[in-house]
């Protein structure tokens, strides 16, 4: 009986979990990769043409805030699903990105991001603006048309965050 055998299986074996775990995430969107990020990763994301197309309202990961132009294009959202981190990315249309709208006191810059992706670029930390956008306080850079803003979840100054049960309720599509 060969001693190296269940080493070699062994060690396969771990070289086929890491590259599935380094790959999965960045294939495109399917019943499997989709499942595994679900479970594996608590995290989904998904690419509108338009913002029109995407949700605005309810207990999705994927609605939009208020105050991203209904005319923006290539939104792209990263979401964690057992929290409120999330990444958004788009490109502005016609309409110009409206300034911060703080109900009370002054948003304060947060720690880096909780998530990644492929279309995220890494060095937007120094870019990055802290502001009041709905009920989350986001971290928003520009760079010419590409609007890049993240949270992790932080309540914006004076914001009142709603009940988790509704929204929690209906997992994220």
Not at 37 to 47: C, L, T
Not at 158 to 166: C, D
Request: hydrophobic share 40%; aromatic share 6%.
């Amino acid at each position: 009986m060969n001693r190296r055998r269940p080493l070699v299986v062994a060690a396969a074996t771990v070289g086929a979990l890491a590259t599935a775990a380094f790959a999965l995430p960045n294939l495109p969107s399917n019943p499997v990769t989709d499942a595994v990020n679900d479970r594996v990763f608590k995290e989904r994301q998904k690419r509108f043409a338009t913002a029109a197309e995407a949700p605005s309202r309810g207990g999705t990961a994927f609605a939009l805030p208020s105050w991203i132009p209904k005319d923006a294009t290539d939104v792209r959202i990263r979401a964690r699903t057992s929290g409120e981190a999330r990444l958004i990315r788009f490109t502005l249309g016609k309409t110009p990105l409206d300034g911060p709208q703080c109900a009370a006191g002054n948003p304060k810059r947060l720690g880096g991001t909780e998530l990644a992706a492929k279309w995220w670029p890494r060095d937007t930390r120094a870019e990055e603006l802290p502001e009041c956008r709905d009920v989350h306080q986001y971290q928003v850079a520009v760079r010419g048309k590409h609007v890049y803003a993240w949270t992790d979840g932080t309540p914006s100054p004076g914001s009142r965050i709603p009940s988790r049960t509704t929204a929690s309720a209906a997992a994220p599509r």
